[in-house]
């Protein structure tokens, strides 16, 4: 079946499209979810429209052929009732954007239910394609399919793992690794220390490991082995750019802060840490009493100066 009762608890509408002319495409908030040939409503004088986004309005019954509310087109919020269909792309292989191999896992799956309606993967697979899915499933990511060896199709519906993070058994690192994972969506599991667990404390050396007190603030060089921390550390790339160009709104090359009436950014560095500039003496007297002149910017490491229209000029030696 296409619909489960998982559809109806993100809090977010639901919205049901169709592509096509017959057979339809039926996507789910825009992803795939299965192929039909027609939807048919209880109500005679009520036909599918397939222009038309239907909203799910109640839980859907998980069998095929179950019962599926969808809301009337007229906006008037009446639910009509249709049949929860099967999963079939025989013939639109192309449709859904992840299919994992069949030939490689389909005979693995185990029927956990007398209906053929739940199956497991006891073993898991080492399928390429598994590289595809999100660590974490959210609202939006394209479903997950595969194939029985009867023909049948079959979707991912992904649950919550539960880990044991008890006095005895603590999870090594607090539940930090999916803290990041997630975004900070999941929360970091580590109880702060007390009379009640204090005999049975101990320290975490996991990379990831996570606390109830702030994060402090901290500067982290951005170098090779940092990045690929990172990455291993959240799951997602980092990219380093060089020689980037800075550029405007416009896409145009910043232009040379001596030009008139163009505003300049420059970050305040320790003199002891400053080369002796190779700019024409005209140039650093202009630049440094404009510089000077902004002495009152609230900001401790930048300060930003614009160039006057006229008055002020710098050596045209100085290009770059």
Not at 208 to 234: F, H, P, Y
Request: proline share 7%; aromatic share 8%.
């Amino acid at each position: 079946f296409a619909f489960t009762q998982k559809h109806t608890h993100w809090h977010a509408d639901h919205v049901v499209t169709a592509e096509g002319t017959g057979p339809f495409i039926l996507k789910l908030n825009g992803n795939p979810i299965t192929v039909v040939q027609n939807l048919q409503f209880l109500t005679p004088n009520h036909a599918f429209n397939p222009s038309h986004s239907y909203q799910l309005c109640h839980i859907p019954e998980e069998r095929i052929n179950g019962r599926l509310w969808l809301n009337t087109e007229d906006g008037t919020g009446i639910c009509e009732i249709t049949e929860n269909p099967a999963i079939n792309f025989t013939g639109f292989d192309s449709v859904p954007k992840l299919i994992l191999n069949p030939s490689s896992i389909g005979s693995y799956f185990e029927e956990i239910d007398d209906g053929g309606s739940y199956f497991i993967l006891p073993n898991g697979s080492e399928e390429s394609a598994c590289d595809l899915i999100p660590d974490v499933t959210e609202e939006g990511d394209p479903h997950v399919f595969s194939i029985l060896p009867d023909g049948s199709w079959i979707v991912f519906d992904p649950r919550l793992k539960f880990d044991n993070n008890s006095i005895d058994s603590p999870i090594p690192d607090g539940g930090g690794g999916v803290e990041l994972s997630t975004g900070g969506v999941t929360m970091c599991s580590n109880a702060p220390r007390s009379f009640l667990n204090e005999e049975e404390c101990i320290l975490s050396k996991s990379t990831s490991a996570c606390g109830l007190s702030s994060a402090r603030e901290t500067q982290i060089t951005l170098d090779e082995t940092n990045l690929l921390q990172i990455m291993s550390l959240t799951g997602r790339y980092v990219y380093a750019v060089n020689g980037l160009t800075v550029v405007d709104e416009l896409n145009n090359k910043i232009s040379h802060p001596c030009t008139p009436g163009v505003r300049s950014r420059w970050k305040l560095k320790d003199i002891t840490s400053c080369s002796i500039p190779s700019l024409q003496i005209e140039t650093n007297a202009t630049l440094t009493h404009l510089l000077l002149e902004q002495t009152q910017d609230a900001n401790p490491s930048l300060r930003d100066i614009f160039f006057p229209n006229s008055g002020m000029a710098c050596n045209p030696l100085d290009t770059d």
